[in-house]
């Protein structure tokens, strides 16, 4: 079909500005090679856990952004400001809620995105040090955890804080200090909030947001897995070389050419 | 500015006189605001500076208009690509100290020192308060008077009122008459010793007895008389502990903490906390190991204790 | 040697990609529509989690629904009646420190086991250098998946359902006991008293309670027909009538109470 002229120029002016922004950045161009890169043909659901994970992550951060406009860090109003977000602001309540579930939501991802790793070998050469950085990333989303779940600053929050304190306390050595800087002093007091509310908002998700972009630059390098025990896995030298494909049979009728 | 790089080989000489001139704003503007004079002395800074400048600037131009006669300097070989420390000119035949080493040696001792300048007091400031200043002032907890000879009594106070209400602490204390003509407490943390959960008296609470008294500064102390305590229990891993704080069973690693007592005008004051291993004896009579505060968990006195060498100050 | 080693992983890596090139497929729009998918059932789930929260809780919040309430009281560092709990992806752990008992081995329950744990995860790669990657013939590494999610999953459930026996916990329970026990009017002031001095915390009784230092349920004492002097005695003065028992003494509890204890425990006959 002959493209007219007005559809030219309909793709050229919604090119134009692509164009731009390639020619000064490259950044088009990263992009396409990001959506219409090869991956194995393949890849089944198991391999969406990882994606999941980071949208759960992602619900996370924009959801505490939101809270952290009606949240005030200070052991006087921290939980009074929690029920303020609840019960006055609108749509309070959902955000709050989207939070605190989602973060168990973002935990249970983890583990299983990484069980389904173990599982495919996908740990293996060349993608350790991908493996490396995601236990990095499910040690930190856990510490994330840890240090939000003080911020409401309600009965469970203050104990389970006091105690998470108290265990790194007793490592050999260097524990007492650990848990001196992680108290703001000698017991938990209103630094502690604030160093919790710094750690959980800036220096974690700092670090959190670091790595997955590395983690995301792996994977694209070093490309996806196929299953195990997938019959046509990417790279599996069990698997006999394709035969020669048989020749058309002779005949009135034409079979249908396989794949695609 | 590239068409003048461009045809002119020789860039102007560098000159400071712009410094001049900056200092010569900065101070016109700092006058208009804070006073007259300065500004006059701004603007003669600036005009004195700026002539300078202006001068040297047109001096530049014409020395470049007529070295554009002079041929191009030759330019230093090429640089196999591969090979990282030839990357920089090799140094001239005679030089014992090239400029190259200089400004290389220059650039990193410099980074470092800003890398320096800034994370120094950032995380000294995140790390060294905590062991700074942690020592704490005496609290009146209420009249000896309110305290029952042979029963243990709930107190909670503020242990630092200037915190507020994140310093509110619990203590069982339990007046255990005279000791040779002085009166004798046993004053219990209620923090267990494992991992710092709030640890229960196991008795009869007596809420129709509590009473509230207040300290000099008015701040309140609440004390629930409990009848009979046979034991502390602790509801989070199961630890227990004997009316004399000794670890009795659970996971807890030495008795619980004490606190020091005062008594001043006929009112208890509590004062540092210290850590046990364990107590002998009970009531008045008791003889009690003690040791320096240290966290929940922490061994005092016997083999593990070793893995705890340093401990912060407190 | 290690040399073919690498020779032979390099050589898969660019089978792989060799496949990957002929046969696979573009990211846009097959693997991404998965992806679209999944995270899509992501977000609904934590919406609905948020709002069954909000909306299955009753009294203004403090009541819990299905998902728990939606607020606890206020933090209050001197309380004497709160048990502390973690978030629940910390079980786990919290259950580990509840088996390691002894003092002397609290350390490694604390920071001993999760950090080899943690270790071992981030020295996978170099501990497993295989190249296999089926299921099949990889064990090892299945067997050690399952036994791993098992045991977590076990930790996790018995860290949930873990319980201390918290006074004001247990003496809500005393009217169900008095149903089950058919338990006389006079016995049940005993029964208070019996749910709030400690008694619990070494003894069991209709399912309450736990079991520390050989202490014996008592859901059945009183059809052992030890008589009401019998039991005063013996809560004078446990190691008097048992000698070795580390029951401590309930002297101090008063003649008064020590008689409605002795009667409600003569009273318990066993539940029908």
Request: charged share 20%; net charge positive; proline share 8%.
């Amino acid at each position: 079909m002959a493209a007219s002229a007005r559809r030219k120029q309909l793709q050229a002016t919604v090119l134009y500005p692509l164009d731009w922004l390639e020619e000064r950045s490259g950044l088009v161009g990263a992009v396409r090679y990001f959506l219409f890169r090869k991956v194995p043909g393949d890849t089944n659901w198991f391999h969406t856990l990882g994606s999941a994970t980071l949208t759960a992550f992602l619900v996370q951060a924009i959801t505490g952004v939101i809270l952290a406009m009606y949240y005030k860090p200070d052991p006087n109003s921290a939980y009074e400001s929690i029920q303020h977000i609840s019960n006055d602001v609108w749509g309070g309540w959902l955000v709050r809620g989207m939070h605190r579930w989602g973060a168990s939501v973002f935990i249970i991802l983890m583990f299983f995105h990484m069980a389904r790793v173990f599982l495919f070998g996908a740990y293996k050469y060349p993608r350790e040090l991908n493996w490396i950085i995601g236990v990095l990333l499910l040690t930190l989303g856990m510490l994330e955890g840890f240090t939000g779940y003080l911020l409401p600053w309600d009965e469970t929050a203050y104990w389970a804080t006091v105690v998470g304190i108290n265990i790194n306390g007793t490592a050999p050595f260097l524990g007492p200090w650990l848990s001196s800087i992680l108290n703001g002093g000698a017991s938990i007091g209103a630094d502690t909030l604030s160093r919790f509310y710094s750690l959980h908002m800036l220096v974690l998700p700092g670090a959190i947001f670091g790595l997955i972009g590395l983690h995301l630059y792996l994977v694209i390098r070093l490309g996806v897995t196929s299953p195990p025990w997938s019959k046509e896995a990417a790279g599996a030298d069990w698997l006999p070389e394709p035969e020669e494909p048989k020749p058309p049979r002779t005949g009135l009728v034409q079979p249908v050419p396989r794949g695609k | 500015m590239e068409s003048q790089q461009g045809d002119r080989p020789e860039l102007p000489r560098p000159t400071l006189w712009p410094v001049g001139f900056a200092v010569g704003v900065v101070c016109a503007l700092v006058g208009f605001v804070v006073s007259w004079p300065a500004v006059a002395v701004g603007g003669a800074i600036m005009v004195v500076f700026g002539a300078l400048w202006t001068r040297d600037v047109a001096g530049a131009r014409r020395r470049a208009a007529s070295a554009a006669a002079v041929p191009p300097t030759e330019t230093a070989p090429p640089i196999p690509a591969h090979r990282g420390g030839a990357a920089m000119a090799p140094p001239a035949p005679g030089e014992r100290f090239p400029r190259s080493k200089f400004l290389e040696g220059a650039t990193l001792g410099i980074g470092a020192i800003i890398g320096g300048a800034v994370t120094v007091p950032a995380v000294g400031f995140m790390i060294v308060p905590p062991f700074l200043k942690q020592g704490k002032k005496e609290v009146d907890v209420g009249p000896i008077s309110d305290y029952p000879e042979g029963e243990f009594v709930i107190t909670t106070f503020l242990l630092d009122p200037k915190e507020g209400e994140v310093s509110r602490r619990t203590a069982y204390i339990r007046n255990n008459g005279f000791l040779r003509n002085l009166p004798s407490f046993t004053v219990i943390s209620n923090r267990c010793a494992h991992l710092g959960c709030p640890v229960q008296p196991g008795g009869l609470i007596q809420d129709s007895k509590a009473k509230t008294e207040h300290t000099a500064h008015g701040e309140e102390v609440t004390l629930i008389p409990v009848l009979g305590v046979s034991s502390f229990t602790c509801p989070c891993h199961g630890g227990a502990y004997d009316p004399e704080g000794n670890h009795t069973a659970g996971p807890p690693v030495r008795g619980l903490d004490r606190y020091e007592f005062s008594i001043r005008r006929g009112r208890l004051y509590l004062g540092k906390t210290f850590s046990v291993k364990r107590v002998v004896g009970t009531g008045a009579d008791a003889k009690i190991h003690r040791y320096n505060l240290r966290a929940p968990g922490e061994h005092v006195g016997d083999w593990e204790s070793w893995l705890y060498p340093l401990y912060p100050p407190h | 040697m290690a040399n073919r080693k690498l020779e032979e992983r390099r050589a898969g890596f660019q089978r792989y990609k060799r496949d990957v090139k002929e046969r696979g497929k573009p990211f846009y729009p097959f693997a991404m529509f998965h992806d679209t998918v999944m995270s899509f059932v992501v977000v609904i789930v934590i919406i609905a989690l948020a709002c069954i929260w909000k909306w299955t809780t009753t009294d203004h919040g403090l009541g819990a629904g299905w998902l728990g309430p939606l607020y606890a009281d206020k933090a209050d560092p001197g309380t004497t009646s709160f048990v502390p709990r973690p978030d629940w992806y910390f079980y786990f752990l919290f259950y580990l420190l509840r088996i390691f008992k002894w003092p002397d081995s609290v350390i490694l329950g604390t920071v001993g086991i999760p950090t080899v744990l943690i270790l071992l995860l981030f020295a996978l790669p170099f501990l497993d250098v295989r190249r296999e990657r089926r299921l099949v013939r990889r064990p090892v590494a299945v067997i050690g998946a399952v036994l791993v999610a098992i045991s977590m999953g076990v930790l996790t459930y018995k860290g949930a359902v873990a319980k201390e026996a918290i006074a004001s916990e247990i003496k809500a329970l005393v009217p169900s006991w008095t149903k089950k026990q058919n338990l006389p009017s006079n016995a049940v002031p005993g029964a208070n008293i019996f749910s709030q001095v400690g008694c619990l915390n070494c003894h069991t009784y209709l399912g309450a309670g736990s079991s520390n230092l050989g202490a014996p349920d008592l859901t059945a004492e009183g059809s052992k027909n030890k008589g009401i002097q019998f039991q005063i005695d013996h809560l004078k003065c446990p190691s008097c009538v048992n000698p070795g028992s580390p029951m401590p003494s309930f002297a101090a509890l008063g003649e008064d109470n020590l008689r409605k204890l002795a009667t409600f425990l003569e009273a318990s006959k066993g539940g029908k």
